[in-house]
């Protein structure tokens, strides 16, 4: 549960399933469900590809999730990514992920959870989670996930004192690896890199602090 002085967590869970009331459904109501017995406010909504998404910034935390169908996370929230507003009522947002497939874990790594991350790189991802079919009713595994998803945000909502955006510095060596890159992508980078800094506590960016980010939750 919340303490007097920590920020209760809004949290809304984003889904897509071709199916209701099926396992995707129960495993979203037990997320949810562990979600609010910590204290959070935790709302749901299925995800369409053309929807009005200015709702999300109502929430500091998003709970994007689908199954995985011949190679591909479900088709309305990767178009809910693509072809609505949601991205841009994400940016900046507190992101957890979750995917349930069939397959190896290690390929839904490589695989499937990219196909939401590409499009989530001025966020901080709390947590990532691939659930197989067998796991949907295992509550253990469900409430792994859950506390990942309550510690990130309790770290994330922390004062850091001390530090301040505007003295963030780069070395040169850090400023000639973003250099090589297309202008265009290069923005993209230094913008998450700021965001990424500012919730970690950096105040300098490095090759060291790249490195860093790209095999962090980052998602670089």
């Not at 995707?24 to 935790?42: H, K, M």
């Not at 989670?129 to 998803?149: C, G, N, S, Y």
């Not at 990424?196 to 939750?217: F, W």
């Amino acid at each position: 549960m919340t303490t007097d002085n920590e920020r209760q967590m809004r949290a809304i869970i984003l889904y897509d399933s071709r199916s209701t009331g099926g396992s995707t459904d129960r495993l979203i109501d037990s997320i949810g469900q562990q979600l609010a017995e910590t204290g959070a406010y935790v709302e749901k909504a299925r995800c369409k590809a053309t929807a009005d998404y200015s709702f999300v910034s109502e929430f500091d935390v998003v709970i994007l999730g689908a199954p995985v169908y011949y190679l591909v996370v479900s088709s309305q929230l990767l178009g809910a990514l693509v072809q609505s507003n949601l991205k841009r009522y994400l940016r900046n947002k507190n992101i957890a992920l979750f995917v349930t497939c069939g397959s190896p874990e290690p390929m839904a790594q490589t695989l499937y959870l990219p196909q939401l991350k590409i499009h989530l790189i001025r966020n901080r991802i709390l947590a990532e989670k691939v659930i197989a079919p067998h796991q949907i009713d295992d509550e253990e595994i469900i409430a792994d996930f859950v506390d990942e998803i309550d510690e990130g945000f309790r770290r994330s909502s922390r004062p850091r004192t001390g530090f301040r955006t505007e003295k963030l510095q780069w070395s040169s060596e850090a400023l000639e690896i973003i250099g090589q890159m297309p202008p265009f992508f290069a923005d993209k980078i230094k913008a998450a890199l700021s965001v990424y800094a500012e919730k970690n506590g950096i105040t300098c960016i490095t090759p060291e602090v790249l490195d860093v980010a790209r095999s962090s939750s980052m998602g670089m």
